[in-house]
């Protein structure tokens, strides 16, 4: 059947509401075990079309394109997407011919039908049920980022770094791996180096922005309007909205936007975040943009000598899940090639000798993502060397310093590698998690060296 309108389209589609897979499926697709599977029942079974890796929209003549996606709920009482959405294959000698108007992205993808089941741990996929029907156009602010991001994309494979693009470069449209493994190579048109095959996708963190929105009727609320988005970056935005207040003190700050001066209190970084980005009193993960493009707020404080005050303090470490993950799907690696942290500066004037109760001063922000050398050099060393010291058993060895008896451990320290390092963060020595070996130590975290901070500042 020809469907000429997306209300057609939809229409069908909802036909598989409140019905499993298993029901759908109508040639016992999910027998034959194919990855992928999901998608092609519906495919096969609902709208009876041939499977096909066509570079046009599922269903041309109504311009839609046909995505089964899923979403997980968290412990926490909030939803996710279960993972980013995956679009096209990008093929570099071709797509840098084309502008974001005529690219095979836009072509293929500018109506998207998501047909979404909810994800259910030890369930059969056959079980999975048909929750809700999208059909999603980007919005007028969207659609600026994602053009931005296309042509972040694009400029990277003309300047001969197909190679080297990373799902970090970009904020909502990604480039993301796509291939039975890391030899699926392609040639890309301005290098010799074989470039891993990428697709376009959709972020997990848009897709969950998408869910919140559709399934919890979460509001989201946005700092930056389509009109500027025409006009400047999403950097380009952070840094106007930041601008205006550079050189104020934190009191003078919080005075200027009607905020309560408690600098201890957990909240009141990020509510001060808030208010300089004008949408004051709202989360910042209800920012539509940082929920969007997985931006996470990190505040850095400078001493006079233009060094970080503290090394950057990342997740706890689950060290069962760092020893039976592989590198490549680790949660350390995915992190870092999926976030964007907002790191907003300020600094110390006077040293503590000179004023003990010294004031701060914002200094400015700095939009960033971890480059992909760097993830898979120094910050796999890191990982690696966590995964042999337990593996070989961990030293661990309490000193006395002082009064107080301090546990010592072979875990890298920040003289490993200059980036990053190990080390507790926890309420106190009595705060203990168990190894994989039965041994208990002080729960342990990530943190990025204030050196390596200091050149992230610098450059």
């Given amino acids: 059947m020809i469907y000429y309108t997306a209300d057609e389209v939809l229409e069908k589609a909802n036909e598989a509401i409140g019905k499993t897979f298993g029901e759908i499926d109508k040639t016992n697709r999910l027998k034959k075990g194919n990855k992928g599977g999901l998608g092609q029942v519906i495919e096969e079974s609902l709208f009876e079309y041939k499977v096909n890796s066509d570079a046009r929209a599922d269903f041309e003549e109504a311009g839609v394109e046909l995505k089964v996606t899923a979403f997980k709920r968290n412990k926490n009482g909030t939803i996710s997407a279960k993972e980013r959405l995956v679009l096209n294959i990008i093929n570099y000698m071709e797509e840098v011919k084309t502008t974001f108007e005529t690219s095979s992205f836009w072509k293929k993808n500018e109506t998207i039908l998501l047909m979404i089941y909810e994800w259910l741990p030890n369930t059969n996929q056959k079980d999975f049920y048909i929750y809700k029907n999208i059909l999603h156009r980007f919005s007028e602010a969207d659609l600026e980022i994602i053009k931005k991001d296309w042509e972040t994309i694009i400029n990277k494979i003309r300047a001969g770094k197909a190679h080297e693009l990373s799902e970090g470069d970009t904020n909502y449209l990604g480039a993301c791996p796509k291939g039975a493994n890391k030899s699926s190579l392609r040639k890309q048109p301005y290098s010799d180096i074989l470039a891993m095959q990428r697709a376009f996708s959709l972020k997990s963190s848009y897709m969950t922005a998408i869910m919140r929105k559709y399934i919890l009727q979460e509001d989201l609320v946005g700092f930056a309007a389509a009109h500027e988005l025409k006009e400047k970056s999403l950097e380009e935005l952070l840094e106007n909205r ?53 931006i996470q707020f990190k505040t850095v404080r400078l001493e006079p000598s233009g060094k970080p005050q503290e090394s950057m303090s990342f997740e706890q470490i689950d060290f069962h899940q760092w020893t039976t993950e592989t590198w490549e799907d680790s949660f350390i690696r995915h992190k870092f090639l999926e976030t964007k942290f907002l790191f907003v500066v300020f600094e110390y004037k006077e040293t503590k000798k000179q004023n003990p109760n010294r004031d701060l001063y914002l200094k400015g922000i700095k939009l960033w993502n971890m480059p992909l050398q760097t993830i898979d050099k120094e910050i796999r060393q890191v990982w690696d060397e966590v995964n042999k010291v337990i593996k070989e058993g961990i030293q661990i060895e309490c000193k006395k310093n002082g009064t107080k008896y301090v546990e010592h451990n072979n875990l890298p ?44 500042l610098t450059h």
């Fill in 242 to 294: 930041f601008s205006p207040y550079t050189g104020m003190t934190v009191k003078e700050l919080a005075k200027r936007l009607n905020i309560e001066f408690k600098p201890k209190a957990k909240h009141f970084n990020a509510n001060l975040v808030s208010a300089l980005l004008g949408v004051k009193g709202t989360r910042l993960d209800s920012i539509e943009e940082f929920a969007k493009a997985n």
């Fill in 413 to 456: 320290k920040s003289n490993f590698n200059g980036v990053a390092h190990i080390r507790p963060k926890a309420r106190d020595g009595q705060d203990k998690v168990e190894l994989p070996t039965g041994e208990r130590i002080t729960k342990q975290c990530f943190w990025l060296n204030n050196t390596f901070i200091a050149e992230i």
